[in-house]
């Protein structure tokens, strides 16, 4: 390839990438006419979703909401399961809902192929059977449904195989930055954390919002207090995600969960 040719596709390929993230950081899914069943959720209910644990910070985590009495969805992991066996039990805890993220977070070998992917998620289910930990049938991808780590063919692969195999697959409405996600350094202020949380579900019925259970955030615990409180001031309830729910994905991804 000349080399104006390689810069031409290199700054396509760049300008896609924003472009995605773009969507993953702005858009709240968009729902055509058709949808997938499933029960929706619920109006003036929360859902806090949190990826990656169990961590150091998940007992933290599990205080507040015990405290605060309101339940939340776990999208965990396997990785450091030696570490934190007691922890996945407690996450059931309080009606708290253990729903799937992947056996190791890594993205290449993740998403390699949709083949490699369904590897990932049998280890990570064995991996909570083998705990006796109860789960959802409820799926977020790693970097969610619409993600530049993936080949938009691969992740096409992966939610058609998901649906059809009855895994109700979950992205998010708020992003709640407490991973840094627009390149801050972490941890984050807990008081932007939570401003984050608030201002971006303005005018959501139903904010779904993406929180981290890891290592480097240990402010979330005190953001997610934040959070609670301020919603509920704003008169709404907690809400968990459950394998009934109707999925909530990424607005390109319809299609492929209807099995066109
Ligand atoms: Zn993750």
Redesign the pocket.
């Known amino acids: 390839m000349n080399p104006c040719r390689k810069l031409r596709s290199r700054l396509l390929a760049v300008a896609a990438m924003l472009t995605l993230g773009a969507i993953m950081q702005a858009a709240a899914p968009v729902r055509p006419a058709a949808e997938p069943a499933g029960v929706p959720l619920e109006p003036r209910t929360v859902y806090l979703t949190f ?2 644990g169990p961590s150091r910070n998940t007992e933290a985590i599990l205080s507040v909401l015990r405290e605060e009495e309101v339940p939340a969805t776990f999208f965990v992991t396997l990785a450091e399961r030696e570490d934190y066996s007691d922890a996945y039990a407690a996450l059931c805890e309080n009606g708290s809902r253990v729903a799937l ?2 056996s190791v ?1 890594d993205y290449d070998r993740l998403y390699e192929s949709a083949r490699s992917y369904r590897e990932d998620l049998r280890e990570l289910e064995a991996g909570l059977r083998e705990l006796g930990i109860p789960y959802e049938t409820l799926v977020r991808l ?2 969610g449904s619409l993600n530049a780590q993936a080949d938009p063919q691969v992740l096409r692969e992966i939610l058609t195989g998901l649906s059809r195999d009855g895994y109700t697959v979950f992205d998010w409405t708020v992003t709640s930055g407490d991973d840094g996600g627009e390149g801050q350094p972490v941890p984050l202020p807990p008081e932007e954390i939570a401003r984050n949380a608030l201002e971006r579900g303005e005018g959501q019925s139903s904010p779904v919002i993406l929180l981290h259970d890891s290592h480097p955030f240990t402010t979330t615990p005190e953001a997610v207090r934040q959070i609670i409180r301020a919603y509920k001031a704003r008169g709404y309830r907690f809400g968990v995600l459950t394998a009934d729910t109707r999925p909530l994905v990424f607005s390109d991804w319809w299609d492929a969960l209807s099995g066109d």
């Open positions: 990826d990656d993220h992947c977070h790693p970097g």
